[in-house]
């Protein structure tokens, strides 16, 4: 139980700590990733303005407002002369054909298919990448007529391989370091969840031995109480109708609350892990033919007809197991089939074995539960229906029981119902 909300609270605690964890270090990769890219298209953009400079002062050489083709051509020539190592620039025409590059981009140049640039807004930048190459490249307009039409764009890029390099590098280790420090709030969510659970335990175990001790004490004075009924039983004959009826009623009364006090220790020991499991051979198909005859009686009562159904017939089903757990097992569900049924229904009961395991399906057509109710039908106490439950009688252990029971089987039961229709539970047994 405990080990079970342990893991669920150190997957809590992991999940979130791992989930801050990823967040910074994706955003510390991005923000070297776009400092990087930020720098060098800064760079590129001051490369443009110096050559609107260049432009500018060559205009003011030649005392011209606006310069030639040859003047362009001439001045491209005197600028890519000067661009820095990692730099290269190209002069297309209006279609992007290569026409001319600086000495770095004429290597360059060759990667790209018959030495035709991708089309590039004007002022923006693209990544291109070839041949374990990554060029950051920005277009400019180079030569301008009437204002509008343009003859010419510049190129100019940067190769930011090495740049690439180093964020792929800063990936892949922050990649490692978030592992280790996902492994890491494992450690810590463990430790947290170990933290968190230790006032819960302490107050769990407190109610624990409460229950048991305190079950243990009102199994005495019941049966201090059933010796002194048995004591006016014998007597009954000499008692007034009011006395006789006063006597059943308290023997009623101490028989539903001897149900309830053992049904508290079952649950207690459960709880702790006290019960011995025991390994004796168990004929199933005895101990469910023998429940249906014991609850035959109460059956007829309410007209229901008791069925059972074993797959293959003929066939020794035995399992090795507590043989009173057992039979407890069976009287719960059978009796409650029985208690929420129609009048004139039906219960089903059906036993089949595969290799792995047994499995026993007890099936009614009784009043249902509903969808929402049936994740809590196994919780202590809890009765579905709880307006209709008041006028049967039970105390809302029954199937805490049998849960408990079948998880000291290292087995599981499941249930599925019907508004109206009824309800079907089955328990799968491991062989083992």
Known sequence: MFTHLKKRLTLLYSIIISCILILVNVSVYFFFE???????????????????????????SLSK??????????????ISSSLEIDQFSFLTDRHQNILLASPNGAKIASLFPNKVLPQIPMGR?????KKNKTYLISSFPWMKKDGKKVDFHLFVGIDITSSKYVLHQLRFGLSIFTIFLIFLSVLVG???SRKAMIPIMQSYYQQQDFVANASHELRTSLAI????????????????????????????????LTNIVESLLVLARSDAGTFEKRRDPIDLNAIISDALVKFQSLASEKKI?????????????????????????????IDNSIKYNKQGGMISVQMYQSEKRFTICVRDTGIGI???????IFKRFYRADQVRSREIDGSGLGLSIASAIVEIFGGKIKVSSQVGVGSTFTVLLPIK
Do not use: W
């Open 34 to 60: 776009k400092t990087t890219i930020n720098n060098a298209s800064s760079r590129l953009i001051l490369f443009s303005k110096e050559i609107n400079k260049h432009k500018e002062i060559q205009k003011n």
């Open 305 to 333: 007809r008791l069925e059972y159904k074993v797959v293959p017939e003929h066939h020794d089903f035995v399992y090795y197991g507590d043989l009173d757990l057992m039979k407890q097992l069976l009287f719960i569900l």
């Open 370 to 376: 509903h969808k929402e109710e049936l994740s809590a």
């Open 65 to 78: 407002t606006e310069l030639s083709k040859d003047d362009y051509l001439q001045l491209y020539h005197s």
């Open 190 to 192: 463990n430790f947290f």
């Open 225 to 256: 109480i059933y010796s002194s009924t048995e004591v006016l039983e014998e007597c009954r004959m000499y008692l007034s109708a009011i006395h006789q009826k006063m006597l059943s009623n308290v023997q009623e009364e101490m028989e539903r």
């Open 125 to 129: 930048h693209i990544t291109y990448q």
